[in-house]
Nanobody, 121 residues
Framework: QVQLTESGGGLVQPGGSLRLSCAAS???????????MGWYRQTPGKQRELVAT???????NYADSVKARITISRDNTKNTVYLQMNSMKPEDTAVYYC????????????WGQGTQVTVSS
């Protein structure tokens, strides 16, 4: 089993910056089988949407709406993925969920509990 623990959420003013962190913990084999990690977000009345993902090899995928303002990175040694968000807008307000896909072995998806990000004056 893998547990994903998010941190770094909170209140930020428009134009400000925020960095989210997600650390994966669990058995060696479970973590070893993880390939892609990333972030999704969800607001009331909307479906959960992809923000950014990154594979173990470093291939990145961004949503078009955030590509110019967000950078996803990963430290495989620490089993941690980061989401650096700059020039934040009120539209970025959402619950952000960390995700990990175990594709190198038996397929399985892991989700964090979510962290609230609020962009407001």
């Amino acid at each position: 089993q893998v547990q994903l623990t998010e941190s770094g959420g909170g209140l930020v003013q428009p134009g400000g910056s925020l960095r989210l962190s997600c650390a994966a913990s669990g058995s060696f084999l479970s973590i070893f089988n993880i390939d892609a990690m990333g972030w999704y977000r969800q607001t009331p009345g909307k479906q959960r949407e992809l923000v950014a993902t990154i594979t173990r090899g470093g291939s990145r995928n961004y949503a078009d709406s955030v590509k110019a303002r967000i950078t996803i990175s990963r430290d495989n040694t620490k089993n941690t993925v980061y989401l650096q968000m700059n020039s934040m807008k009120p539209e970025d307000t959402a619950v952000y969920y960390c995700h990990a896909a175990a594709d190198l072995g038996p397929s399985r998806d892991y989700w964090g509990q979510g962290t609230q990000v609020t962009v407001s004056s």
